[in-house]
């Protein structure tokens, strides 16, 4: 009896269809994957290595490459100007990253609050943001204009000074002005992300550190701080890649002028490569943003990781 029955209790394995291929969990994901991981590595991965390889050659304009190994780092290490362009970038971005960090959390702890066209501020204030780098860096050139400046006719009609400041003429001042517009432009997109991290936060927080006698500044300090804590770090994360790599701006406004005082790497790298006919060259420059820029991300990381208990 037993014997009879054993085939009838056998299961049977549904056909193979493509359709019921597709439907499994591996192979949708997998799928859903493979888009992006080949656009990253057709646009970024290709592009990524052959700047090593072109950073490992001779290679000028017009010419085959010869492979040279590491000279052309050895020679940029004991370029002058190329110990300055490191420095230039790490002030630039320190400082633009930190007024950015800075205002625009002040901007969220403001534009978190109940106001009058509380939605038109908020709108408003993503204008720097929407409009195009190039066009935005035009109008800061005119506004900076030793002769048509705003700024050095306001100076001059109150008297504080006569004539006006050569903004970007001065090595110090143009440095100041990159840094001040980086800033201007950079602000919405903290204010915006921190803005949605502050009304992501009960306040029935809030209420229970006030019965527990918080003044403001503690329930900013304990309360706010700790929460706003990880965005704080994505939003600054992507500041500081942005900022580190920043070309249009600094390009537009003083062309890594005057007397190379605000050249950074991405500027520095195109002038010898687009400028000097020197790829090889160009592109070691251009590499060699991303050894610092990876160990600043790291340390970040390390700092902002939670504490365990």
Known sequence: MTAVLAPT???????????????????????????????????????????????????PVAKAGVFVGLDNFVADWHDPVFRLVVVNT??????????????????????????????????????????????STIAWQWILDPAFSVIN????????ANPGPSWLGNPYLAMFSLIMVNTWRGLPFYAITLLAGLQTISPELYEAATIDGASRFDRFRYVTLPLLKPIIFIVTMFSVIFTFADFQLIYVLTRGGPANATHVFATY????????????????IALSMVPPLALIILAMAIYMRPAKS
């Not at 056909?15 to 991981?37: D, H, N």
């Not at 790298?269 to 070691?284: E, K, L, N, P, V």
Request: no cysteine; aromatic share 14%.
């Open 9 to 59: 209790m056998v299961r049977r394995r549904p056909a193979f269809t493509f359709g019921r291929w597709l439907e499994r969990e591996g192979v949708f994901s997998w799928l859903m994957v493979a888009p992006p991981v080949a656009f990253l590595v057709a646009m970024v991965g290709y592009p990524f290595f052959y700047g090593i390889w072109l950073s490992l050659q001779n290679r």
């Open 90 to 135: 790490i002030v630039y971005t320190a400082a633009a990253t930190l007024l950015k960090m800075v205002g625009g959390l002040g901007l969220a702890l403001v534009m978190n609050q109940d106001f009058r066209f509380k939605n038109l501020t908020r709108a408003l204030l993503l204008l720097p943001f929407i409009v195009p780098t190039v066009l």
């Open 153 to 160: 006719w306001a100076l001059m009609a109150t008297g504080l």
């Open 269 to 284: 790298a195109f002038d010898i490569a687009m400028g000097a006919g020197q790829f090889g060259q160009g592109a070691s």
